[in-house]
């Protein structure tokens, strides 16, 4: 039997960015790099508010279509240096596009369009997922959908939201009907700053297939997790930044539930990670060989840039 494909499960593309990169856009853009980014970059400790300014500093240096097909790029080449067989990518083309103005969907699309070509010419697997912003509220959710929903590329396979969860998922459910209408698969960021009735609800009153973090449920929430067979994307590096209030990381616990866990990099141009940063952090944390296995063959199994649209 073949070893399992290693994918990164979970990265956007706003926060893979090579640092490189971002440094040289700053300055031909006139532009200076804010303290709290330099500070992540050196792995310092810093607060979600701290990340977002980071995250949306990156994303104000995407202005056309070279810079999208960057983005991959870095991606791309982050993967194939850990040793990786391709990747999940989570985009946010309503805050470029329709927010901030900086480039037309049609330039967002063709960057991506080539970027992803040239990982696949290298031999990745690749996926998009569109994320929306929960804190925005549902009307900024509808938005998007309007946006993507005219011209959806066939690389487009899943939609996503992301940001604080301080609307309830239960209120998304008319988005997530919309999205899944286009033949997307749904996911949500859940349990990463809101508490674990969030995943609970995203899954049973939202309908969400995939989880992303989850690692603030409680026994209750990983046993619906684990009886409904819905997978959960784990990044331990940002997880260790932006979850202050995890003493230990529940990872070893999650796996040993039965929950379908696998690793992502999630923003590992700001958090610096990679896949193999990540296995080895897996391992601090107790698991062994088998359980490490697990998260692998978990990874590859229920990868979207292995499976295309739900329909």
């Known amino acids: 039997m073949l070893p399992p494909r290693h994918i990164d499960r979970h990265v956007h593309l706003e926060g893979g960015i090579d640092s490189h990169w971002v440094r040289s856009q700053t300055h031909l853009q ?15 400790d810093r607060s979600f508010d701290d990340f977002i300014e980071g995250f949306l500093f990156i994303a104000s240096l995407i202005r056309n279509r070279e810079s999208i097909r960057d983005a991959v790029r870095s991606i791309t080449a982050r993967t194939l240096a850990s040793g990786g067989h391709g990747f999940d990518l989570w985009c946010s083309p309503h805050w470029l596009v329709v927010q901030e103005k900086q480039l037309s969907l049609e330039e967002f699309w063709k960057g991506l369009e080539e970027g992803l070509n040239e990982a696949r010419n290298q031999g990745l697997a690749t996926a998009v997922v569109i994320d929306a912003v929960n804190h925005f509220g549902i009307d900024h959710g509808h938005e998007v959908i309007d946006l993507i929903s005219m011209d959806l590329p066939d690389y487009v396979v899943g939609f996503s939201t992301g940001g604080l969860e301080r609307v309830p998922f239960r209120d998304w459910a008319p988005v997530f009907n919309r999205a899944r209408k286009l033949g997307l698969r749904i996911a949500a960021h859940a349990g990463e700053n809101g508490d674990a009735k969030n995943v609970t609800e995203a899954i049973v009153e939202a309908g969400v297939s995939r989880i992303v973090h989850g690692v603030l449920s409680d026994d ?13 994307d784990i990044c ?22 039965g929950v379908r ?24 944390l107790g698991l062994t060989d088998d359980e490490v296995k697990k998260l692998w ?14 329909h």
């Open 220 to 232: 209750q929430t990983l046993n619906l997790l684990c009886t409904q067979n819905i997978p959960v």
């Open 261 to 284: 866990c696998a690793l992502g990099t999630d923003d590992p141009g700001i958090i610096p990670c990679s896949l193999e940063t990540e296995e080895r952090l897996a391992r601090r």
């Open 297 to 310: 063959v978990h990874g590859e199994a229920d990868a979207w840039c292995l499976q295309g649209r739900a």
């Open 30 to 44: 006139g532009k200076s790099i804010p303290s709290s980014l330099e500070e992540l970059w050196r792995g310092q």
């Open 236 to 257: 331990i590096s940002s997880n260790r930044i932006l979850v202050p209030s995890l003493v230990k990381h529940p990872l070893p616990h999650m796996i040993r539930s």
